[in-house]
């Protein structure tokens, strides 16, 4: 190999730290004694940087409904409705991205005068309290799972979904019921190999309708996402930044969604033969109204 | 139990990244939306060709890009929506994308935003991929099903045009006409 050949695409591996060992100590070694191509190489890394600020923030945006619904069940009759019916979708997203841009400046409005909902931040501070307690974060313990669905359930006077955060890295420690400002309130808690823990709470609060939209809020250092759906407020906090948080958020969200529908108790995702019955009604209005069976997911 | 093995915590995971993705290949949120809609769709339709292990952000981006691919080769063959069209290709008129309130964010990240929306759509793509998504070479290639020297070359011509436009060097106003 031509030791004092560089090229292009060295600068730009090196760059995007891309290049394959064998060559790397060639390269790096041209580097040291070219000022010109180290120039070229942190150019390349100031503007990988400013891209990611650029367009990393979208990440953190709410998610439409229609999305998440597409990205659960594989339906043929949900399908076609929307087919026929996408021109006046095409109208929704456009207002649901307007409202959703909308809530990202609240969020920030949120995070920057420390003023969550109540809601909002009764969850942080429950949070804080019971995440940091290490004898007995919970009142039930994972293993008892199918009990503290039931024991939740039976409280709340609904029918309580645990997600599992497995595939994310996230697994169930337990939960309690704790007091809410009018309503009970149950909390469930996961933590990864690193020792963060992340509280899902959720209470029944009787649907507004409309659109489900995730908002943000920061208290103490604990970082909240809270939504709302038909029957149910829900909060997920935990330390991890709003990006990641979010992300979680979005799976617990399409867990829940899933679990609701879901017909037959224990399975996971919705029977996916292409004449499966489905009658469910795809879209920002139509949630089940019908009390869900099944318990867990996944 | 097989009969869905596209994981669905996965799938609903990878929908901000599938969002942004659409939004740099059409340059508009709305469209973008709908991109992801029938991405979604045809991941459902070819799930039993997704293999397990492997990487899922790959493969709905593939899916993407082909579905992108083929609705613009479509719209271009419907004389109503040619100029349309073009004007995404050369980039710019047709970026309506967000950009963060203005009291938050560094000029420079507005501006970037803007510049990108200039580039080329093959262009814009394979940066994302590479700067944004970090991913490999060879897995952008597979993704756009083109040769690793072409993704080589988009970056390096993505990447010259970004820097002369931060320079000043390309003016802002520069539109060229096919």
């Known amino acids: 190999m031509n030791t004092t050949t560089i090229t292009d695409d060295d600068i730009a591996a090196l760059a995007d730290g ?22 070229r190489v942190a150019d390349i890394r100031a503007q990988n940087s400013l891209l990611r600020d650029a367009f990393d ?32 979708y095409a109208v929704a997203a456009t207002l649901v991205l307007g409202v959703a841009t909308g ?20 969850a942080a501070y429950t949070h804080a309290l019971y995440s940091a307690d290490q004898r007995r974060p919970v009142e039930v313990w994972a293993n ?43 909390l469930v808690m996961y933590e990864n190999a690193e020792k963060q823990r992340l509280t899902l709470q959720w209470r029944v609060s009787k649907g507004r309708g409309g659109e489900t ?86 | 139990m097989t009969d869905a093995p596209l994981p669905q915590p996965d799938l609903v995971a990878a929908l901000p990244r599938l969002r942004r993705y659409a939004r740099v290949l059409t340059g508009d949120s709305a469209r973008a939306d709908d991109l992801v809609q029938e991405t979604l769709a045809r991941g459902w339709e070819k799930r039993r060709l997704w293999q397990a292990g492997t990487d899922l952000r790959a493969w709905l981006f593939t899916i993407m890009h082909n579905v992108f691919v083929n609705q613009r080769a479509q719209s271009h063959r419907d004389a109503q929506t040619v100029s349309l069209d073009a004007a995404t290709e050369a980039g710019g008129e047709s970026w309506h994308v967000p950009v963060p309130p ?77």
């Open chain 1, 18 to 39: 891309q290049l394959p060992a064998d060559r790397r100590a060639l390269v790096e070694a041209a580097i040291a004694r070219e000022p010109s191509l180290a120039a």
């Open chain 1, 57 to 88: 923030p979208w990440l953190a945006e709410a998610v439409p409904p229609r999305l998440v619904e597409a990205a659960v069940p594989p339906r043929a009759v949900a399908r076609s409705r929307w087919a026929r019916a996408w021109p006046a």
């Open chain 1, 103 to 122: 809530w990202l400046g609240r969020g920030f409005v949120l995070e920057l005068s420390g003023t969550p909902t109540t809601f909002a931040r009764q």
């Open chain 1, 144 to 186: 008892e799972e199918a009990g503290l669905v039931r024991w939740l359930s039976r409280r709340l006077g609904y029918q309580a979904h645990v997600p599992n955060l497995n595939s994310i890295g996230f697994a169930l420690v337990g939960g309690r019921l704790v007091a809410g400002n009018e309503k009970p309130t149950a």
């Open chain 1, 213 to 298: 939209e995730f908002r943000y809020a920061h208290e103490d250092g604990v970082g909240v996402f809270y939504w709302i759906d038909d029957d149910c407020a829900y909060a997920l906090s935990g330390p991890l930044d709003r990006t990641r948080l979010l992300q979680v958020a979005h799976v617990v969200y399409g867990q829940i969604m899933a679990a609701e529908r879901a017909p037959v108790p224990g399975s996971a995702p919705a029977p996916s033969a292409p004449g499966a019955p489905a009658t469910i009604v795809p879209g920002p209005a139509g949630s089940p109204t019908e009390p869900p069976k099944a318990t867990i997911s996944g």
């Open chain 2, 102 to 178: 203005q009291q938050f964010v560094r000029v420079e990240v507005v501006e970037m935003i803007a510049h990108v929306g200039r580039l080329p759509a093959d262009q814009r793509e394979t940066l994302l991929l590479a700067a944004v998504e970090e991913m490999k070479y060879e897995e952008i290639a597979q993704v756009l099903s083109v040769p690793v020297g072409t993704v080589m070359s988009r970056l390096s011509r993505a990447r010259e045009k970004l820097r002369r436009m931060a320079d000043g060097e390309e003016a802002p106003s520069l539109k060229r006409v096919k």
